[in-house]
């Protein structure tokens, strides 16, 4: 009698503990199919600042460069004094952490990969639309990844207004996906 009771118990152990693994092993997998934690599922997005829109943007897994179509709406002409990409603010919030971090012309140390209009630093009129090329920089460098990683990072734009001082100031925060 005493054996089939030890028997008893360890079917009733096993039988529990191999539903508990099976219901266990369904939530996995239909985590993992529906892909509910991967990160390369984050839309790419774009927020801009007031007084700027951005359109779009693509960021080049192997190069780490970022062609990034904006435009803005001051009412008036600026000048394009510099650009950066980074992947974190500094600690005041008002410059890139890495890379072009004053934002400024310096294309022996951060240079312009191509601008659609032959000039490194344009003259935008409001509600004009002009694409920059640069790099994206992180902690390590130029910010490579993966295709199909995600990358979150700031655009910041130094810039003057006709008649007003220089202006540096983040234009746009984006997540996007390396291509």
């Given at each position: 009698?005493l ?22 092993f369904i939530?996995?997998?239909?985590i993992?199919?529906t892909a509910?934690?991967?990160p390369t599922?984050?839309p790419p ?21 970022i062609s990034f179509?904006?435009?803005?709406a001051t009412?008036?002409?600026?000048n394009v004094?510099?650009f ?6 500094n ?16 294309l022996?140390y951060?240079?312009v990969?191509?601008d659609?209009s032959?000039?490194?630093?344009p003259?935008?009129?409001?509600t004009?639309?002009?694409t920059?090329?640069m790099?994206?920089?992180g ?9 199909g990683?995600?990358?979150f ?11 007003y001082g220089r202006?540096?100031q983040e234009?746009?925060?984006?997540t996007?996906?390396?291509?």
């Amino acid at each position: 009698m005493l054996n089939i009771l030890r028997g008893q118990a360890a079917v009733d152990f096993l039988s529990s503990y191999g539903i508990a693994f099976f219901v266990i092993f369904i939530a996995v997998a239909v985590i993992y199919k529906t892909a509910i934690l991967n990160p390369t599922t984050i839309p790419p997005t774009c927020t801009p600042f007031p007084g700027f829109t951005c359109s779009q943007y693509s960021l080049n897994a192997s190069s780490g460069a970022i062609s990034f179509t904006f435009a803005q709406a001051t009412g008036g002409n600026i000048n394009v004094n510099g650009f950066a990409c980074s992947s974190a603010k500094n600690v005041s919030n008002d410059i890139p952490q890495y890379g072009n971090v004053h934002v400024t012309n310096q294309l022996k140390y951060y240079p312009v990969l191509s601008d659609p209009s032959n000039t490194a630093y344009p003259t935008l009129p409001s509600t004009t639309s002009e694409t920059l090329n640069m790099y994206c920089y992180g902690p390590g460098g130029v910010s490579k990844g993966r295709i199909g990683n995600a990358f979150f990072g700031y655009i910041y734009l130094n810039y003057t207004i006709p008649g007003y001082g220089r202006i540096t100031q983040e234009i746009a925060s984006v997540t996007a996906k390396y291509t």
